[in-house]
């Protein structure tokens, strides 16, 4: 009977240490993840656009040098209160390189709209980006490749598109990448113009290095996306060219 009962007790403990690990495993809500710590809000770049082809909502950020334990949090709908921590839960999701890693980017497959948070860890404190919201349903991201490219002046390529061609517009991402998908300059500007390697009206610039000449005959990529100020994408332009 004592073999018995030992047997019993080593089993009970096994399944409330089980128990235990599932509940730890379970996704936190950001406002249990953020207790006791320090946090800046706003301090991830972050937006989201709507796959042309699945319509999943991608989440694009900007990790900083030295960004630890990235983080995606999501809420139920809309509905509710974007300003408040315990509504968004963390999702797991794979984090996939974009730009070769220079930027990043989660996929994710929803049939409602959401609020959507990113979040990462640097020099001891919580970096949150602001509300993003998703709009895949209500107004889908439009891809195309509308952009003129001014070839003018050499190895600098001017590029114009339509300005606030579907509506809500509060900032242009603009990034040229090279035939290989890295990523050579990346900038935000008000205007709906951008040339490369002069910053004269960028507004931020995420470009962390001088940005290399352009090579003769050589194709690159020009892509931009259309932000709104509630950080969705209206509209990404992809666009080749061949400096000439």
Known sequence: ????????????VLVMFSCSSDRDDEPLSLASYLE????????????????????DILTFYYPKEGALNIRYYETTNTQVDNSDFSNYTQILLKN??????????????????????????????VKISN???????????VWNDAVTVNQSQA??????????AYGDNAIYFQVVSDAQNNLLSGT?????????????????????????????????????MDVSEDNWVNWVVL??????
């Open 1 to 12: 009977m004592p073999y018995i009962n030992k047997i019993l007790y080593v089993l009970t």
């Open 36 to 55: 006791g710590r320090v946090f800046e809000v706003g301090a991830v770049i972050a937006c989201a656009a709507s796959d042309h082809d699945t319509k």
């Open 96 to 125: 996939d390189p974009f730009f070769n890693g220079y930027l990043g980017k989660f996929t994710q497959k929803a049939s409602v709209e959401k609020w959507i948070l990113v979040t990462f860890e640097l020099d001891g404190e």
């Open 131 to 141: 509300p993003i919201r998703s709009k895949q349903i209500s107004k889908p991201t």
């Open 155 to 164: 190895g600098m390529p001017d590029f114009l598109w339509e300005d606030n």
């Open 188 to 224: 935000y500007t008000y205007e709906n113009r951008f040339q490369y390697y002069n910053t004269s009206h960028v507004v931020l610039n995420v470009t962390t290095q001088t940005p290399p000449a352009l090579v003769s005959d050589n194709e690159y990529n020009f892509t931009l």
């Open 239 to 244: 666009k080749t060219f061949k400096i000439e």
